[in-house]
């Protein structure tokens, strides 16, 4: 009587450890959506400006587009995903909304496709370095479990991001990545936007098309930026804080 007693208990603990197991998933696609909260970021960008005034209540309050992050543990590729209409009648036009980012993260090394107004860059860098804290905070982000951390970017910029350990890789939208898991939701309030998954795949994953994008001129991340400061210079503040959209 007690040989199927044990038998029984190991079945039970093996079943266990095997659905456990099977809760770590090392290959995903994520669908993200970003949000824009455009009243409040051109509030902060222009006010005080005469053109503003006139067309301030013509600006949408956000602007949502949607993004796919597809990977695994060694490469992943983020890029725009099905399309929102646009109001015609609105005097925004979005920014760095049509980034394309691989992330090779056993080389450390990220390729961007970065159209920036009537240029395109292709910007290869080592990847982001962001000084994270993790918190106690918690909350749930399709389906998974997150945990809160903060960061600091380029040593000025403050983001927050929620991770799932559940997922193997440690990648996220826009090529941020750095923590111990799958970032599904983050934001950074300087720019006033979000990203947040929407909807988790972890079965027959299609890596195929995870590759870099190879057209436009290559530069590295500073190299960017100080195109960006030509192109802007003569854009007083506004032209500062646009650069900030590019930077990741």
């Given at each position: 009587?007690?040989?199927?007693?044990?038998?029984?208990?190991?079945?039970?603990?093996?079943?266990?450890?095997?659905?456990?197991?099977e809760r770590f998933f090392p290959t995903i696609k994520v669908e993200f959506e970003k949000?824009?909260?455009?009243?409040?970021?051109?509030?902060?960008?222009?006010?005080?400006?005469?053109?503003?005034?006139?067309?301030?209540?013509?600006?949408?309050?956000?602007?949502?587009?949607?993004?796919?992050?597809?990977?695994?543990?060694?490469?992943?590729?983020?890029?725009?995903?099905?399309?929102?209409?646009?109001?015609?009648?609105?005097?925004?036009?979005?920014?760095?909304?049509?980034?394309?980012?691989?992330?090779?993260?056993?080389?450390?090394?990220?390729?961007?496709?970065?159209?920036?107004?009537?240029?395109?860059?292709?910007?290869?860098?080592?990847?982001?370095?962001?000084?994270?804290?993790?918190?106690?905070?918690?909350?749930?982000?399709?389906?998974?479990?997150?945990?809160?951390?903060?960061?600091?970017?380029?040593?000025?910029?403050?983001?927050?991001?929620?991770?799932?350990?559940?997922?193997?890789?440690?990648?996220?939208?826009?090529?941020?990545?750095?923590?111990?898991?799958?970032?599904?939701?983050?934001?950074?309030?300087?720019?006033?936007?979000?990203?947040?998954?929407?909807?988790?795949?972890?079965?027959?994953?299609?890596?195929?098309?995870?590759?870099?994008?190879?057209?436009?001129?290559?530069?590295?991340?500073?190299?960017?930026?100080?195109?960006?400061?030509?192109?802007?210079?003569?854009?007083?503040?506004?032209?500062?804080?646009?650069?900030?959209?590019?930077?990741?």
């Amino acid at each position: 009587m007690i040989k199927p007693i044990i038998l029984s208990l190991l079945i039970v603990v093996s079943t266990k450890k095997v659905v456990a197991q099977e809760r770590f998933f090392p290959t995903i696609k994520v669908e993200f959506e970003k949000t824009i909260s455009v009243r409040q970021l051109m509030k902060e960008q222009q006010e005080g400006n005469s053109w503003y005034e006139q067309i301030k209540d013509r600006i949408p309050v956000t602007m949502v587009n949607y993004y796919n992050f597809i990977g695994d543990t060694s490469k992943s590729i983020f890029q725009p995903g099905k399309e929102v209409p646009i109001d015609p009648r609105s005097f925004y036009q979005a920014v760095a909304d049509k980034n394309i980012v691989f992330t090779d993260y056993k080389r450390g090394v990220s390729i961007s496709q970065k159209p920036v107004f009537e240029e395109t860059f292709l910007v290869e860098d080592s990847l982001l370095k962001i000084k994270w804290k993790l918190t106690s905070d918690l909350r749930t982000i399709a389906g998974y479990d997150c945990r809160k951390a903060v960061g600091i970017l380029n040593d000025s910029v403050a983001i927050f991001a929620f991770y799932s350990d559940e997922l193997l890789v440690n990648g996220g939208p826009e090529g941020i990545q750095g923590l111990p898991g799958m970032i599904l939701g983050m934001g950074i309030p300087r720019l006033h936007t979000t990203w947040f998954a929407t909807k988790v795949e972890v079965n027959d994953i299609n890596l195929n098309k995870v590759i870099p994008a190879t057209k436009g001129k290559k530069v590295t991340r500073s190299g960017l930026i100080k195109s960006l400061e030509v192109i802007s210079k003569d854009w007083g503040t506004y032209g500062s804080k646009l650069v900030v959209n590019f930077i990741i």
